[in-house]
């Protein structure tokens, strides 16, 4: 813009410079002409004129003094036709205004003669005067006097006549030389400067033009941004904005009139595999059929909104009851999991819906929102694929969820948090191996909250990696003092979740730990599930690794309830397995569940493992796993999880060494 403003002063510059320029010279050449035109006006044609007059007098006089002096008068007479005073008055006044002239103009060339033309004329004059009549004779002679008057006057005439064809000439050679220096200045001008008044009008119209398309760009640009402000550039559904604005629009009618509106929370279902399987383009594939399958349930009155990723929303207008949202939640399930043919695949997607109903529900964009949010995080606990109504307990629920977040968070800054920890025995000899410390968060009144109550929680939250820091910090130091206390050969096991793997500083924390109550990392074993394996395997085994180069073991908790994999088994850097507390608690009465013991510890034997088995709470359990030459034991029958203080590892010992006489793996040495 600015230098189009640049260009148009500078055009219009030039224009008033070549313009003044043509005007100057035209002016300065006609000036020239006039004034030259002024010299003639103001001499030379007076004095012609004055000339011719004086000639005509002295011509008439002349007649006169002729025809007088061929019929002359009486003597004593003054000749009545002839009016001598008169003409010569007049003809003093013509030749003092010719010399008056001459003099004005200081005409050197004809300064003489008008002077010597009014000599002749003094001389005549007297002549005149000096006779009373005329006799022919005094008549020649008063011709004679006239004639150097006449030739004077002739001689100027004939000046004069000279000096007018030169001024014309002149004249006409002024007005060439003038045309000329015109038509230079003309042609210097038109050369100099309207190549620059050409090139900065091409330029200027050329700015213009680029100036009009930007302006024509931009306003589409800015159509585009407002199309993009309002609609998802993938599905081409409303976006979170328009969303918004519907949604405002809605609870303003609601308020107005009697009718209800359903809002409702989509989500679909495990959509993240997709992405992970198949590609980025291919889930966005996906989510356009599946957005097209839903602007399709509904109708046009309604509003379907992709709010990001795979949410979306949709808002049913005027509705009689809950029950045309049902429909609606039920046509869309219906329609989403129809297979979705995507580069050769066919994909089968399905979705969790949460409904909400204005104004029932409420009248504030922001609380429906989060009404609807918690009826779909309730479709996904109900197994996915279904449709859940907002009800007042989610809310419920969520505050006290909320609560507890925010309790969890205080707790962890100011550490309040316990371990208690269970016996690991050692099922040839009786004597207490491991102490598992099992964290507890202490409510008053000696009320618990358990782990897995809040250890999800606190993941989610991400003060996972804090708590489990506090957890080893505090285990070693309680075993460090445990063997200070008569038990120098007792190990500490510690839980680790999948959520602490993602912490880059885990080995080192672990270490750390170790180091300030001078254990050496044998003492420590960790126990990780089998999700921890799956979730992410080399980097879990890389961290497994550096682990285990410490010389910390490791043991997988809970084993055969997730994915029991030979290979990992096999290949991954474990040294014991903890058979899941489900079989055993069931083994004497399911035969499967005793079998699948047995061929657990069989397996692991064949492993190298060590195995333990967790949740021994009779001594049938007790006697079979001995039987089945399972190497360590865990459970209520040997101890439920105490304090540190109440933990007596020697005491426990010393009993269950009586009790698990040598050879007892007979299965029969089980001493009530
Ligand atoms: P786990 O590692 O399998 O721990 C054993 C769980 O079984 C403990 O529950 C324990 O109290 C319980 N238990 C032990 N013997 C018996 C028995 O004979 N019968 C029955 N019915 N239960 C028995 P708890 O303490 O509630 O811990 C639950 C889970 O929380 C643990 O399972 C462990 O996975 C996790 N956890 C505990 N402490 C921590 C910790 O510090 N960090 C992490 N990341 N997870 C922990
Ligand atoms: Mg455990
Ligand atoms: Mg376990």
Redesign the pocket.
């Known amino acids: 813009m600015k230098s189009l403003v640049r260009q148009v002063v500078l055009l219009v510059t030039s224009v008033t410079v070549f313009l003044t320029g043509l005007g100057v010279l035209l002016w300065s050449s006609n000036m020239g002409i006039a004034r030259h035109i002024q010299h003639g006006n103001d001499f030379l044609a007076p004095s012609q004129l004055h000339v011719a007059q004086a000639q005509h007098i002295v011509a008439r006089l002349a007649i006169e003094v002729h025809s007088d002096g061929l019929s002359p008068r009486p003597p004593g007479m003054v000749p009545y036709r002839f009016h001598v005073a008169g003409a010569l008055d007049e003809l003093e006044r013509h030749l003092t205004r010719v010399v008056r002239l001459a003099h004005a103009f200081n005409y050197q060339d004809a300064l003489n003669l008008p002077t010597r033309a009014f000599q002749h004329y003094e001389t005549a004059r007297a002549a005149f005067l000096s006779l009373d009549e005329l006799t022919p004779q005094q008549s020649m002679r008063l011709l004679a006097v006239f004639e150097p008057l006449r030739g004077t006057l002739d001689q100027l005439a004939r000046i004069y006549e000279l000096e007018e064809r030169n001024w014309h000439e002149e004249q006409e050679r002024f007005t060439a030389r003038y045309f000329k220096l015109a038509i230079f200045g003309i042609a210097l001008l038109v050369l100099v400067l309207l190549p620059l008044v050409f090139r900065l009008a091409i330029g200027l119209r050329h700015n213009v033009r680029r100036e009009l398309r930007t302006r024509q760009e931009l306003e589409e640009a800015n159509q585009n941004l407002e199309e993009m402000a309002i609609y998802d550039n993938l599905t081409k559904l409303g976006n979170r904005h328009l969303f918004k604005t519907r949604l405002d629009q809605v609870i303003g009618s609601a308020k107005r009139s009697d009718r209800l509106f359903g809002l409702m929370y989509i989500d679909l279902d495990n959509f993240k595999r997709i992405n992970d399987s198949l590609g980025h383009d291919a889930g966005d594939e996906v989510l356009t059929v599946v957005a097209a399958r839903l602007a399709g349930c509904v109708r046009s009155a309604d509003t379907v909104a992709r709010l990001g990723g795979d949410e979306f929303t949709v808002i049913i207008t005027d509705m009689d009851n809950n029950g045309n949202a049902a429909t609606v939640a039920d046509k869309i399930l219906r329609q989403v999991k129809r297979p979705i043919n995507v580069a050769g695949n066919e994909v089968v997607v399905s979705a969790s819906i949460g409904i909400t109903i204005v104004p029932t529900d409420g009248d504030d964009a922001t609380v429906l929102m989060k009404n609807a949010d918690l009826a779909l995080y309730k479709a996904k606990e109900h197994g996915r694929d279904n449709f859940q109504f907002f009800v007042e307990a989610m809310n419920r629920a969520a505050v006290a969820q909320m609560a507890m977040e925010n309790a969890l968070r205080a707790a962890v800054r100011d550490e309040k948090f316990a371990l208690h920890y269970?016996p690991q025995v050692d099922l040839y000899t009786g004597k207490v191996t491991y102490a598992?410390?099992?964290?507890r968060w202490p409510q008053g009144k000696g009320k618990m909250i358990?782990?897995?109550e809040f250890?999800p929680l606190a993941d989610a939250n991400g003060l996972l990696n804090e708590i489990?820091a506090w957890?080893l910090t505090r285990a070693c130091r309680d075993l460090a003092r445990m063997r200070r206390n008569g038990a120098p050969d007792l190990r500490i096991s510690?839980?680790?979740?999948p959520g602490?793997f993602r912490d880059p500083k885990l080995v080192a924390r672990v270490q750390e730990a170790l180091r300030v109550s001078a254990l050496a990392p044998p003492a420590l074993e960790i126990?990780i599930t089998e999700s921890t394996l799956i979730a992410d395997t080399d980097a879990t085994v890389k961290i497994l690794n550096a682990l285990r180069d410490l010389g910390i073991t490791v043991a997988i908790?809970?084993f055969g309830v997730g994915y029991s994999s030979l290979n990992y088994l096999k290949n991954l850097p474990i040294d014991a397995l903890k058979i899941d507390?489900s079989f055993v608690r069931d083994m004497e009465k399911n035969e499967t569940d005793r079998s699948i013991v047995d061929a657990i510890l069989y397996m692991a034997r064949s492993f190298s493992l060590r195995t333990v088995a967790?949740?021994?709470?009779n001594k049938w359990q007790l006697d079979h796993l001995i039987s089945q030459r399972c190497d360590e034991g865990?459970?209520?029958?040997f101890s439920r999880?105490v304090p540190a203080d109440e933990f007596s590892p020697v005491e426990m010992s010393r009993q269950w060494s009586s009790t698990l006489a040598p050879g007892a793996h007979s299965g029969l040495r089980v001493v009530e």
């Open positions: 269970q598992e410390a099992l964290l358990p782990p897995n250890i489990g957890v510690i839980n680790l979740s602490q126990e908790d809970d507390q967790e949740g021994i709470e865990q459970g209520f029958l999880p």
